[in-house]
C-alpha cells in the first residue's frame, strides 16, 4: 500500500528539507563531550607518585616479612642436649667463616689465642686509628695478617703441647697398670688399633724403616716402645 510522503515525513521517518539541508527529526544534536561539565573523572597519577606509591608498598612488605620472621622463630634458643666435640668445632667453625676467617688461618688463631692477653690489647692499641669503622672480626684478621708467621709457629707449639700433655697423662695411666698385665695381658691378642698403625706408619716413614709384618696389638706395642715411638716426645719423657 502506497504511503503518503507528508505523512512520513512528519512521522519522522523520511528527511524534512530545511534550508537545503536535510536533517532527521528526533535525533539529538551529537556532542563530543562525554561528560557533563565539571564531571571529568581526575587526571592520572604522575610517574612521581606512582614509584611513591611502589616504594610505601615494597616498606610495608618488608615489615610484614620482619614480623613474620620474629613470629617464626622460637622463643628460646635451641641447645643440643649432649653436644659431642664435633658438634662444639663445627658450630664455632661456622661463626669463624661467617666471620670472613679460613683454615688456613686456624695456626695463626690458636697462636693468637694461646698468647697473653697483654699481647692482644697492645696489637689492638696499635692499630685503633686503623680499626675504625671496622668489625672486631675484621681488626683480629688485620692482627694475624700482620703477625701470621710468628701467631702460626706459636700455634703450632700451642697444638703440640696439648697433645703432648695427653700422650704424657696417657703413659703415665698405662705404666699404673700391673705388670703381669701389660706383659701377659688378654688385650695382647688382639688386633693392633688404628692409633698403633698410624703411629707405625709414621715411625716408619721417619726412621725410614721398612713396614713391620702383621702385628698384634701387643707386638705392636712392643716394636713402638722400641723404636722410641712417639718420637714426637721421645726427648720429653
Not at 617464626?72 to 663445627?90: G, N
Not at 700451642?158 to 697433645?163: D, F, S
Not at 698410624?198 to 702383621?214: A, D, E, F, K, Y
Request: hydrophobic share 45%; aromatic share 8%; proline share 5%.
Amino acid at each position: 500500500m502506497p504511503q503518503n510522503p507528508d505523512l512520513l515525513s512528519k512521522s519522522g521517518f523520511l528527511p524534512t528539507p530545511v534550508q537545503g539541508k536535510e536533517v532527521f527529526e528526533r535525533r539529538p544534536i551529537m556532542n563530543s563531550q562525554i561528560y557533563e561539565s565539571g564531571d571529568e573523572p581526575e587526571k592520572k597519577k604522575t610517574d612521581s607518585d606512582f614509584e611513591a606509591r611502589l616504594d610505601e608498598f615494597d616498606r610495608v612488605m618488608r615489615q610484614t616479612a620482619e614480623r613474620q620472621r620474629a613470629l617464626a622463630e622460637p622463643v628460646h634458643k635451641t641447645v643440643v642436649a649432649a653436644p659431642t666435640a664435633m658438634h662444639h668445632k663445627i658450630t664455632l667453625g661456622a661463626v669463624m667463616v661467617a666471620a670472613g676467617f679460613q683454615a688456613a688461618d686456624a695456626d695463626a688463631f690458636a697462636g693468637l689465642l694461646s698468647s697473653p692477653a697483654s699481647r692482644l690489647h697492645n696489637a689492638l692499641a696499635a692499630g685503633a686509628l686503623s680499626y675504625a669503622g671496622k668489625t672486631a672480626g675484621q681488626a683480629l684478621a688485620d692482627i694475624l695478617d700482620r703477625n701470621a708467621r710468628e701467631l702460626e709457629a706459636r700455634g703450632l707449639y700451642a697444638a703440640w703441647e696439648r697433645r703432648f700433655t695427653l700422650y704424657a697423662e696417657d703413659c703415665a695411666e698405662w705404666l699404673k697398670r700391673d705388670m703381669e698385665f701389660r706383659l701377659e695381658g688378654a688385650w695382647r691378642a688382639l688386633e693392633m688399633t688404628a692409633d698403633q698403625r698410624w703411629l707405625v706408619r709414621l715411625t716408619c716413614r721417619v726412621l725410614r724403616l721398612p713396614m713391620p709384618g702383621h702385628l698384634l696389638r701387643g707386638q705392636a706395642a712392643d716394636w713402638l716402645e722400641a723404636q722410641g715411638a712417639n718420637l714426637n716426645y721421645e726427648n720429653f719423657l
